[in-house]
T-cell receptor, first 111, second 111 residues
């Protein structure tokens, strides 16, 4: 089955700096890659996703890049703010089936 | 999103007891999932369902039972709870080619 590896497990950045979280996946047939943000005590919520026919996608301060050849995808957050502090999960999915998650990255933005 | 609800939010039970976690969605999504969240493991898939009366095992199905007699409900039963099943359980749903939506979670403690 699919295996998603995510790193780093923790990340501290100064407010205003950029944060990058990287993931790799094992199944070359995976074609959908969402990213979720989970605040303390809350449910995971989708922040951005990308499909395999696209190399990059942006939404304001958030961007995701996908390298299908290397089976890598990354989340980039620019101009970080304290409210960006949370746990971020990458995930991979093949078609409409189950979504496999990475172990999460705890991001701390220091004011 | 009020469209997917889990109950109870918190549950304490004893080792060996049977406990059922409920999940209800109002979107008529075909696909439903149960994940458990543990520190250091991220979100791991327990069971999923592609439609009523169709269920399949995920990554960590041992000790759990599911059913899906109606599209909107997907209960998860721990037949004989063990301490290792202490976790936060998330139900999720998606329609074909749409993002995964999570419920608010159930925090289960097995004593």
């Amino acid at each position: 089955g699919e295996n998603v590896e995510q790193h780093p497990s923790t990340l501290s950045v100064q407010e205003g700096d950029s944060a990058v979280i990287k993931c790799t996946y094992s199944d070359s047939a995976s074609n959908y890659f969402p990213w979720y943000k989970q605040e303390l005590g809350k449910r995971p919520q989708l922040i951005i996703d990308i499909r395999s026919n696209v190399g990059e996608k942006k939404d304001q301060r958030i961007a995701v890049t996908l390298n299908k050849t290397a089976k890598h995808f990354s989340l980039h957050i620019t101009e970080t703010q304290p409210e960006d502090s949370a746990v971020y999960f990458c995930a991979a999915s093949k078609g409409y089936q189950k979504v496999t998650f990475g172990i999460g990255t705890k991001l701390q933005v220091i004011p | 999103d009020a469209g997917i609800t889990q109950s109870p939010r918190y549950k304490i039970t004893e080792t060996g007891r049977q406990v059922t976690l409920m999940c209800h969605q109002t979107w008529s999504h075909s696909y439903m999932f149960w994940y458990r969240q543990d520190l250091g493991h991220g979100l791991r898939l327990i069971y999923y369902s592609a439609a009523a009366d169709i269920t399949d095992k995920g990554e960590v199905p041992d000790g759990y039972v599911v059913s899906r007699s109606k599209t909107e409900n997907f209960p998860l039963t721990l037949e004989s709870a063990t301490r290792s099943q202490t976790s936060v359980y998330f139900c999720a749903s998606r329609q074909a080619d749409s993002p995964l939506h999570f419920g608010n979670g159930t925090r289960l403690t097995v004593t």
